[in-house]
T-cell receptor, first 111, second 119 residues
Framework: GQQVMQIPQYQHVQEGEDFTTYCNSS?????IQWYKQRPGGHPVFLIQ?????EVKKQKRLTFQFGEAKKNSSLHITATQTTDVGTYFC???????????FGTGTRLKVLA | NAGVMQNPRHLVRRRGQEARLRCSPM?????VYWYRQLPEEGLKFMVY????????ESGMPKERFSAEFPKEGPSILRIQQVVRGDSAAYFC?????????????????FGEGSRLTVL
């Protein structure tokens, strides 16, 4: 079945450093979403990418969707303590409604 | 506009009992997803429902688990004869029906989850 892997599993950074998480799907995706989950909280939607090669920015966050629509990345510039949490990608394949979540990257930011 | 409401937030059951988890989607949303999350792990898809219809239950265990989304009332995830391995956080998410009923439902709005502990 479809699998979505993320690396790294954990990342500790000093406040102000950059952070990147990578998402890889075993199958071609129709679209991909990114979510953030704070410790003890629920996933919160960040963004959706649909087009091959698409790049979107939200303040310090940059999201990319690969040309083959099988991988994606999230880059955070100059991390802050408020960025702490687990970041999940979630992919949907054509003809299905379900979103398969990636394994997640847990980010810790050291002040 | 209230968000996705899940209850109970915390549920403790003994082995062999039944657990019923309820989810009221956001107003105007007709799609409901259920996901299970074990501690320190990702979210595993369980089932996708529209009003009165189970669309995709490929992630549901074959036995003991069932889900419904009636015409009136919340969506319910039911776990019969619970075992310790069922202990997890169960998240419900809803999304609106897009124009034309396309498969891309857009943003998923998650509830705060129901945390089941089986003793």
């Amino acid at each position: 079945g479809q699998q979505v892997m993320q690396i790294p599993q954990y990342q500790h950074v000093q406040e102000g450093e950059d952070f990147t998480t990578y998402c890889n799907s075993s199958t071609t995706l129709s679209n991909i979403q990114w979510y953030k989950q704070r410790p003890g909280g629920h996933p919160v939607f960040l963004i959706q990418l649909v087009k091959s090669g698409e790049v979107k920015k939200q303040k310090r966050l940059t999201f990319q969707f690969g040309e083959a629509k099988k991988n994606s990345s999230l880059h955070i510039t100059a991390t802050q303590t408020t960025d702490v949490g687990t970041y999940f990608c979630a992919g949907q394949t054509s003809g299905t409604y379900k979103y398969i979540f990636g394994t997640g990257t847990r980010l810790k930011v050291l002040a | 506009n209230a968000g996705v409401m899940q209850n109970p937030r915390h549920l403790v059951r003994r082995r062999g009992q039944e657990a019923r988890l309820r989810c009221s989607p956001m107003k105007g949303h007709s799609h409901v997803y259920w996901y299970r999350q074990l501690p320190e792990e990702g979210l595993k898809f369980m089932v996708y429902l529209q009003k009165e219809n189970i669309i995709d239950e490929s992630g549901m265990p074959k036995e003991r688990f069932s889900a419904e989304f009636p015409k009136e009332g919340p969506s319910i995830l039911r776990i019969q004869q619970v075992v310790r391995g069922d202990s997890a956080a169960y998240f419900c998410a809803s999304s609106p029906m897009l124009a034309g009923g396309a498969g891309n439902t857009g943003e998923l709005f998650f509830g705060e989850g129901s945390r089941l502990t089986v003793l």
